[in-house]
């Protein structure tokens, strides 16, 4: 929730949601739209994509507003849809691009080596293991193993303690290492 948004407030909109007002959905929508653009952008690097899975979430949002009894719990609830936007649209993906099925591409006098194809099978494979993982643990890994920040500057970043991202990281490493195998 973004400094601004006081949980009165929303809930004040939900409830008037729940009623069926339409005006407090777009200002809903205003007010955390860009904390799922965050999420999801942290999980899908394609802006088309994340477009798109931003647009899903709100509409999932606003299909099920009437079933959420708690409207003070409306961050955990939308960021839990959108989780699970995330992880439908992964589901969705090939899992196994093998480098036999793409070197048929690669003539021989193709410019692309076998090395290039083995690496970016390598890339996509990782990249579907951090699809595995949950939101937490795989934003802990890419913080520190692509943006390089130390496990210090990640609690703070993440406002969690140092033994919570010990523990993401530790957890994350061992599901990555099983789903490579």
Known sequence: MSPGNSVEHTVQLIEEMQNGSSPSFAELYRLYYPLVNRVISRKCSNA???????????IQVFMKIATLHKPASFVPWLLAITDNKIKNYYRGQPKNLHLENMTQYASSSSIVSLQHLQAADDVRQIHYALQTLKLADSNTLIDFYWRGLSIRDIAKEQAAPLSTIRRRLFVARQRIARYLR
Do not use: H, P
Not at 48 to 58: A, G, K, Y
């Open 48 to 58: 088309c994509d994340v477009d798109d899975l931003i647009q899903e979430t709100f």
